[in-house]
Nanobody
Framework: QVHVMESGGGLVQPGGSLRLSCAASRSIYRATDMGWYRHVPGNERELVASISSGGQSNYGDSVKGRFTISTISRDNPPNTMYLQMNNLKPEDTATYYC?????????WGQGTQVAVSS
């Protein structure tokens, strides 16, 4: 069993930034890929970004150029993935969920709320 937990959500004004973190209870370097989805009630779940074990990243069209997914930070806590979100827009408001695919299965966090509003 692997536990995954998101943090870093909150309320931010349009144009602002947030960094979401996703901590796993197992080394993320054992994951085949990890990523973020977001969901707004009444809408379909939307892929935000993903990153493979080889470091290849993929982004949803609506966030390209504004969001960056990574597994490395200057703080470098172990087993943590990040989503740097810049130039946030009201339409980015959603619950953001982290997932991690390990050889033993796929694991999801409980979600963290992001609200973009003036």
């Amino acid at each position: 069993q692997v536990h995954v937990m998101e943090s870093g959500g909150g309320l931010v004004q349009p144009g602002g930034s947030l960094r979401l973190s996703c901590a796993a209870s197992r080394s993320i370097y054992r994951a085949t890929d990890m990523g973020w989805y977001r969901h707004v009630p009444g809408n379909e779940r939307e892929l935000v970004a993903s990153i493979s074990s080889g470091g290849q990243s993929n982004y949803g069209d609506s966030v390209k150029g504004r969001f960056t997914i990574s597994t490395i930070s200057r703080d470098n806590p172990p087993n943590t993935m990040y989503l740097q979100m810049n130039n946030l827009k009201p339409e980015d408001t959603a619950t953001y969920y982290c997932y991690a695919n390990f050889p033993i299965g796929q694991y999801w966090g409980q979600g963290t709320q992001v609200a973009v509003s003036s």
